[in-house]
């Protein structure tokens, strides 16, 4: 058995998060939740640190959902019966990039889609079979394949349980890049060095007017970029980015 469920790397201003239950094909158990949960808080409470990615210690094998072994044992519940909280359900204020290899299939497919940007490699195939048991995928799949893809292929791919692969899920538009397998985290990690290399506040006032764009009116929207707007324009970040621009060299950020 693994001892570490996630194997973390700390690489340029990036944490690397690897899956690491390769016996039981990165199924979420308990310490898989747990170890996380706390990769998402040290991305969002560690200045250094801009952004996250996702991935696994397998070349062609991402995260088989939810491990029912587990679940029978009751580690996928708090004390009081209440679910446990999954990186799929988890908030966080900065970027994380999903790099996924072979099946992304159900609880797997909700983890990349909790991500901001998802790189799938070539032999990647994606979908939430669910409703195959009888169940509905309950981790944020339903809602948020919808608003990734066309309504119409979102809905043939839930209430089907079918599938599509890497080349069709880049032009649906719901992951970024397309990789050789072996080179997924790679190129994760050059969307996440971009990342790191912008202002950080912006990246963060950005986001968070991002992840409220398809459920605010325009008004509210509005009113969120002018506060943020504002907010920006009063750290030395601000200058500093117009001052780089002019005298043509790389900014120094402050955070």
Known sequence: MSEEAVLIERRDGVLIAKLNRPERRNAINRALCEQLMA????????????????????????????????????????????PLTTFSGAEHRKPWIAACTGPVMGGGLEHALACEMIVGGEGATFGVPEVKRGLLAAGGGVFRLRRAIPRAVAMEMVLTGGAVGARRAYDLGLINRVAPDAEAVDVALELAAQIAAAAPGAVRESLAILNQATDLPEAELWALTREGQGRLKEHPDFKEGVAAFLEKRKPVWTG
């Open 39 to 82: 990769a998402v808080a040290e991305v969002d409470e560690t200045p250094s640190l801009r952004a996250g990615v996702l991935a696994s210690s397998t070349v062609g094998m991402f995260c088989a959902g939810a491990d029912l072994q587990a679940m029978s044992r009751g580690e996928l519940v708090n004390a009081d019966g209440s």
